[in-house]
């Protein structure tokens, strides 16, 4: 049932389209109702707020299946207040979907915290990065005592998906839902591209006492 393992630089344009009449082929002789099942309506538990990075792919590393987790992915899985995209999936999961879980997933090695940990201008991108800065500025103290690259890359990262799910709680589509009742819990993760292994940050909140003082909103 698994597709052949190919190599990325064996992929073609051509060769996607064939992967997916294969993948479609895989799928129903495990399931001759496959699609008709999948196409009937989506129920996932999970939001998923992921990087954009190739190597990180939401179904696949939780070894899931197409309409398990409601994703949406950034570069550097950044969650700002005022992303309309990042918003609309939101609301949408949680008061549509009802989704149960978000789950703000960074991951060590990411391009995107590198860059915002360095100086050199990168482009257009440097201003969305800018963001992973201000979380940097909120924990100084604790970053400036690191002075091995890999570490400091590496705890920014914890930080950057730590703060980024602080700010999904800190919206009022989460703070609403907790109101009405709704089942509802939210976790910063980061997964490692050297191992696969995901490390839960503990740091999940699953209602308004979770929220911290200067983010409550009125209900
Ligand atoms: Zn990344």
Redesign the pocket.
Known sequence: MCAKTIETKDITYEGLLQGNADWIQDMIQADPDYFDKLSAGQHPPVLWI????SR?PANQITNTMPGDIFVHRN???VVVHTDMNLLSVLDYSVNVLKVKHIIVC??Y?????NAALGNKQVGIIDNWLRHIRDVYRVHQLEMETMKDPEKRSNRM?ELNAIESAANVVNTSIVQNAWANGQELSVHAWVYSLRTGKITDMKVSSHGINDVHPAFKVSL
Do not use: L, Y
């Open positions: 992921g990087c954009s990075d990180v570069i550097a899985n960074g991951h090695g990411c391009g995107g915290v990262v």
